[in-house]
Nanobody, 122 residues
């Protein structure tokens, strides 16, 4: 089970930190990804972290503004959102996958958590 939390309302240029707590999976062996979705759109990859705590991958529009991190001892993966923009407004959710690299495609992720809403006001 994955549960994302930390969403809320933030002004453009502000910061927000999302976290995802995992249970029931071997967290340290999973690639963890953050995705976001707006109404009527497909889920979009945002950022991810390999299971060996070694590699990260970011979607182009968030690179340099968002930072993904994970704590295998606490079974958590976090997404630090800085310099937020109105276009970052979405429901953010975390997902877990088995593999050796960060996947940007949703089909590789077998575990999904309920999302948390982030609203960035202009």
């Amino acid at each position: 089970q994955l549960q994302a939390f930390g969403g809320g309302l933030v002004q453009a240029g502000g910061s927000l930190r999302l976290s995802c707590l995992a249970s029931g999976i071997t967290f340290s062996r999973n690639v963890m990804g953050w995705f976001r979705q707006t109404p009527g759109e497909e889920r979009e990859f945002v950022a991810g972290f390999t299971s060996d705590v070694g590699s990260t991958l970011y979607e182009d529009s968030v690179r340099g503004r968002f930072t993904v991190s994970r704590d295998n001892a606490k079974n958590t993966v976090s997404l630090q959102m800085n310099s937020s923009k109105p276009e970052d407004t979405a429901v953010y959710c975390c997902a877990a996958a088995y593999g050796s690299r960060v996947f940007t495609e949703t089909r590789y992720y077998g575990f999904w958590g309920r999302g948390t809403l982030v609203t960035v006001s202009s």
